[in-house]
């Protein structure tokens, strides 16, 4: 079983709709969670950060959390074109210096 | 501005040369990481260091050095011995490794096996 899972895709929504990224992990000790955004050909940028179960919110973009069931999703609400892209799910292994654990990726496509 | 630097940006490699890849960041992070990424999959940790003159190997490290000698810098050597290093290469840094802290990522290196 990988260590952070994600559907790879690929997902495409029309423009001004939710888009729904969706995570899960493995080991139930983690404590922090990412998202990062990835252009193609780009390096990754981070969109949010989450550590407590519920809901986070920033702009368009809401990070939910749910360590019971141990998976992590990203909302994008009023998706638009620029949206397009692979979002990476991130998960910090607890009680080590490790650094991020990343999925493969949800590729998004957000239709005009 | 604060940031993450890498160079180059494209890097060809002939078989069986070695090549360093060049990481700098001004953001005083202590942590610094190299990643691998292959098309259509995530990244994967080759290298991490938390402290000047200190690193540890990652997830797949085979065919891989680095040195930690200052505080801002991370270089990455793919030698003869990683035999198939054609990926996008990515350095990282954050401010320290233990908390809740996210990492930074740099342009990125692409390698090609020539």
Redesign the interface.
């Known amino acids: 079983q990988k260590e ?1 899972e994600q559907n ?1 895709g690929p997902l495409s929504v029309p423009e001004g709709a939710i888009a729904s990224l969706n995570c899960t992990y493995s080991d139930r000790g983690s ?2 969670f ?1 998202w990062y955004r990835q252009y193609s050909g ?5 969109i949010m ?1 989450i ?1 407590s179960n519920g809901d986070k919110e920033d702009g368009r973009f809401t990070a939910q959390l749910n360590k019971a069931s141990q998976y992590v999703s990203l909302l994008i609400r009023d998706s638009q074109p620029s949206d397009s892209a692979t979002y ?1 799910c ?1 998960v ?1 292994p607890p009680g080590s ?9 949800t590729q998004l496509t957000v239709l005009p | 501005d604060g940031g993450i630097t890498q160079s180059p940006k494209y890097l060809f490699r002939k078989e069986g040369q070695n090549v360093t890849l060049s990481c700098e960041q001004n953001l005083n992070h202590d ?1 610094m ?1 190299w ?1 691998r990424q292959d098309p ?6 080759i290298y ?1 260091s ?1 402290i000047v003159n200190d690193f540890q190997k ?1 997830d797949i490290a085979e065919g891989y050095s680095v040195s930690r000698e200052k505080k801002e810098s991370f270089p990455l050597t793919v030698t003869s011995a990683q035999k198939n290093p054609t990926a996008f290469y ?1 350095c ?1 840094s ?1 401010l320290r ?2 908390e ?1 802290t ?7 290196t692409r390698l090609t096996v020539v």
């Open positions: 952070v790879s404590q922090s990412f780009k390096s990754p940028e981070l950060f550590y990476l991130a910090r210096a490790r650094q991020l654990t990343f999925g493969s990726g | 942590a990481y990643y259509g999959q995530g990244l994967r940790l991490y938390q990652g990515l990282a954050s490794t233990a809740n996210e990492a930074f990522f740099g342009q990125g």
